[in-house]
């Protein structure tokens, strides 16, 4: 029944056609749900334990998805996901689970508009596809879809996100003593009732440990970890210690001080571990199976221990400052050290290539002291004192990249341990205190935790900004981390597991400082130019979504212009130009004293034109910055003329053509009383014409070489043109007139017809693309009854429509607050963000030419497949130090 259901014959054979899919198609393009299959077949699968085959063919394939959400079955798909079964039958448990996390966010929207299941879990699942590769395949299934229907929007590069979904939730709420983590992936939790519980990653599941010794269940009390050891207090002052990474068997600690104070701390280093007792002079040392190998007594009460690598030797940090080195095998003190501030030792870190030694005591003060001296005393190098009013709550160190992290009320601050060089410092947030601080896996982040904050909050440590927040299963009370896992215990006892890949890679994602305000893109679809009125601009590589390069200015940048030959982009800062070539990244001139507001660069890409609201507005040569003409009136809304010939523009309500070579004006259009020029446009397509719209709904085009009117209508008055939304096509076919709320008003002059399209919202942007085949749009989020929680419905929606029949090609939620929309040359719609990221999307529509599909199709394929690091900074290219032209004030 199973090879039946799958669409095979008897015994595995294959049939010449599937006549079980799990959507039957109708002539009417409507789909029927194969219900027996999606019932039947994932319960022959099991029943016959073909596991690998239900978990890749049916629970992680986009077919089995949209039958049972078409079927009304959204709730047991998802269980179906989340299902906790061994990982001997099951492999792609975080695959899973994050597929559930979407799903389940997005279950609102998805039984009302189950036909966006495709876009919606292509929006959520791209930016982490890095994380998991075997999710490829899916994200391939559904773009193959979207070609062979031959319509719909595709994501070439998603915006930044706000928070990552947690892989899982364990909501069982226990009265938790202590919790800590092993490297190898193992959380462990001790309770008020005596009781253990321990969480694995290997299969995403929470059970309770037991133990019973003399026919008496212990109780356990406490519970420490550290590398792939946990050691587990229980009562009567009785230890047990386990490797995680054998066999499930508790090892009893011999205690041959017969201690009965609490443990004050759990260093694991290979086979050995060491520990310690609160307020003990006292260490011991252990092997795996909890015998002991050594013990010594320092001079004061031990407060931290570290074991160094290469040698037998253990450092112990005491409450007065005092550090002591043991001889592990002959039990020899081989030296020590006492701070003049006697505070207490925290942290101790040892450089043995380095013969030094780091200590970090409770105020958060360094010392580094040089140990490779074989006197007795060790030689105090340098030393940081802190600044901190409060000790610090807690420390994280992660050796591969050499940095610590040094976590206190007010602050975090960062070290490099191998200069000890302070890296950064963070202050928390005004009104709030930190808790908790911890490092990423990868040390390009670190999460903390505030007080009385719900929220796990994500710092970059190269930005200094706040990137990401993270949704909690109650308020947080600790943070741990594994090798491949972030978790958050809540005060009630619950825990919230992220996958640490996949923070950061949201929190890594390039974003801009301030929201994108400009964004220009060349002719060839390869680059996009990005300012957020900071100093830089940035360029993205739209094979890899990242950017790659910066152009750095001494001012905030106002406007930017790409030359049609995307060989020079010009920028304007503080009222001066900046010229650079765009493949060296060289700024080649620099003008000063231009008083500028905008800038234009001719059809021919030799020219700039500088727009000035108060002073001469000047033709230059780019090459050289040296002015050709200046033109003495203010001007209003300049455009180039295609050819090249004139600048035009307004001016008290006139459109007037400046010549530029002469600056003088040769050519002058007005209307008559009392209407004046609100807007106007020129035609790529049509050099010599220019389209032009009048105050009281008269339409002209212009013939500018013989200053004649070819045509004139008048609009009725609800197709008024807003000079504020007026775009046209490059031909001067289409128009977009004006939007009002969910309305948008075109006139295709072609057929001189006027058209209304209401949209599913209100329209907050929207770009007529220059062939006026399509027009983009971006409408606010619905408003819906209150008890909808569905993220989906409270975030902006991008839609494409095609005007010729005004079809929708497709449409997609947008994760941010969108601050600009264009359309390129290349079907391609970006919109720049408010958080300062990029997102990309490209139309594909079945009307195009087959060329210009396929096309599409071969690099959407080739855009999954791109390798890039994703901490790469974009690399900064420098401005001349001074201005190397100079322009007069005026001529």
């Known amino acids: 029944m199973a090879d039946y259901f799958s669409g095979r014959g008897v015994g595995g054979q294959g049939l010449k056609e599937d006549n079980q899919p799990f959507l039957f198609a109708s002539p009417e393009n409507i789909s029927w749900v194969n219900v027996r299959k999606i019932i039947e077949l994932p319960h022959h699968l099991q029943q016959s334990g073909r596991w ?11 077919d089995f998805h949209q039958a049972m959400l078409q079927a009304g079955r959204l709730e047991d798909l998802i269980s179906m996901l989340e299902s906790d079964r061994s990982s001997s039958e099951f492999r792609f448990f975080r695959e899973k689970r994050l597929l559930a996390k979407v799903l389940r966010s997005s279950a609102c929207f998805l039984l009302r508009s189950p036909h966006q299941l495709s876009t919606v879990m292509e929006m959520n699942i791209l930016p982490f596809l890095g994380c998991f590769p075997t999710l490829e395949g899916y994200i391939q299934h559904v773009r193959e879809e979207r070609w062979q229907k031959e319509s719909g929007l595709e994501i070439s590069l998603w915006p930044c996100l706000h928070s990552v979904p947690a892989l899982q939730s364990v909501d069982d709420k226990l009265r938790v003593t202590e919790s800590a983590a092993t490297g190898c992936g193992t959380i462990a939790q001790t309770t008020e009732d005596g009781s253990a519980w321990i969480w694995r990653s290997s299969g995403l599941v929470r059970l309770r440990m037991s133990l019973s010794c003399e026919q008496q269940e212990v109780k356990f009390t406490g519970v420490r970890g550290c590398g792939r050891f946990l050691l587990l207090s229980a009562e009567g002052s009785r230890l047990f210690v386990w490797d995680v990474s054998g066999p499930e068997k508790l090892q009893e600690v011999e205690d041959s001080l017969g201690s009965s104070k609490r443990v004050g701390g759990f260093i694991a280093l290979q086979e050995t571990f060491g520990l310690w007792w609160e ?36 450092f112990c940090g005491q409450e007065d400052g005092t550090v002591s080195a043991f001889d592990i095998q002959t039990g020899r003190l081989l030296g020590s050290c006492s701070h003049w501030k006697h505070s207490a030792i925290t942290v101790i870190i040892l450089s043995e290539e ?37 000790d610090i709550l807690n420390t994280d160190y992660v050796e591969d990249i050499s ?5 206190g009320e007010k602050q975090v601050t960062l070290w490099g341990s191998d200069s000890w060089d302070l890296v950064e410092e963070f202050s928390a947030p005004k009104t709030k205190v930190f808790t908790q601080a911890v490092l990423s896996q990868d040390g390009h982040l670190f999460l903390a935790l505030l007080r009385s904050c719900s929220l796990v909050l994500v710092w970059s440590i190269s930005s200094g900004r706040c990137v990401l927040s993270l949704e909690s299963n109650g308020l947080p009370l600790l943070l741990l981390r594994t090798f491949s896992e972030t978790i958050c215990v809540s005060q009630s006892g619950c825990l919230t597991i992220w996958d640490s890949r996949m923070i950061d890679a949201a929190g890594t994602a390039p974003k801009m400082r301030d929201g994108v305000n400009e964004v220009v893109a060349d002719k060839a679809g390869k680059f996009l130019y990005t300012s957020d009125g900071s100093r830089e601009v940035w360029r993205w590589s739209l094979d890899s979504g990242r950017p790659r390069h910066s152009f750095l200015h001494d001012g905030a940048v106002e406007k930017l212009q790409l030359s049609p030959n995307s060989l020079k982009l010009v920028t304007l800062s503080a009222g001066e130009i900046y010229v650079w070539e765009t493949e060296t990244g060289q700024n080649v001139v620099r003008i000063g004293g231009s008083r500028a507001t905008d800038v234009l660069i001719t059809p021919n890409s030799k020219f700039g034109v500088s727009i000035s609201e108060e002073g001469l507005s000047r033709v230059w040569k780019l090459a ?6 200046s033109i003495h009136l203010q001007l209003s809304d300049p455009q180039v003329s295609p050819d090249g010939t004139f600048l035009i523009s307004l001016h008290h309500g006139d459109l007037l053509a400046a010549s530029l070579w002469s600056g003088l004006i040769c050519k002058r259009f007005s209307c008559m009383e009392p209407s004046e020029v609100v807007a106007f446009r020129t035609l790529s397509e049509h050099p010599d014409f220019v389209v032009v719209m009048a105050a009281l709904g008269a339409v002209y085009t212009w013939k500018v070489s013989e200053e004649t009117v070819c045509q004139h209508f008048d609009l009725p008055t609800m197709f008024y043109c807003d000079p504020g939304d007026f775009q046209m096509s490059s031909d001067g076919s289409c128009a977009l007139l004006s939007t009002c709320g969910d309305q948008m008003k075109l006139l295709d002059l072609s057929r001189v017809r006027l058209c209304s399209f209401k949209a599913e919202g209100t329209v907050i942007k929207v770009c007529l693309d220059q062939t006026g085949s399509y027009v983009a749009y971006i409408t606010s989020p619905h408003s819906l009854e209150e008890s909808c929680t569905c993220h989906l419905h409270n975030q902006p929606v991008l839609t494409v429509t095609r005007l010729s029949d005004g079809e929708r090609i497709g449409s997609v939620h947008l994760s941010g607050n969108p601050s600009t929309l264009g359309v390129c040359d290349q079907r391609r719609i970006f919109v720049g963000f408010e958080d300062g990221s990029i997102g990309l999307y490209s139309i594909l529509d079945s009307t195009v030419d087959e060329e210009t599909l396929l096309r599409g199709t071969k690099e959407s394929k080739d855009h999954l497949k791109e390798n890039f690091c994703p901490f790469e900074e974009p690399i900064s290219w420098f401005p001349q130090a001074k201005p190397n032209v100079n322009w007069p004030q005026s001529l």
């Open 403 to 407: 940095l610590l992290l040094v976590c």
């Open 624 to 629: 050289q910055g040296s002015i050709v003409c």
């Open 279 to 314: 307020k003990q002079k006292f260490v011991g040392v252990f092997d795996a199976c909890g015998r002991n190998i050594a013990h010594f007594k320092c001079r004061s009460a031990v407060t931290c221990v570290a074991f160094s690598t290469h040698s037998f030797h253990v």
């Open 52 to 62: 690998a085959e239900l978990e890749a063919e049916l629970l992680m394939s986009l």
């Open 354 to 390: 380095q013969q030094e030694m780091a200590c970090l005591d409770r105020t958060g003060s360094i010392a580094l002291w040089d140990i490779a001296s074989k006197e007795q005393t060790f030689r105090l190098v340098r030393e940081e004192n802190s600044q901190e009013e409060s």
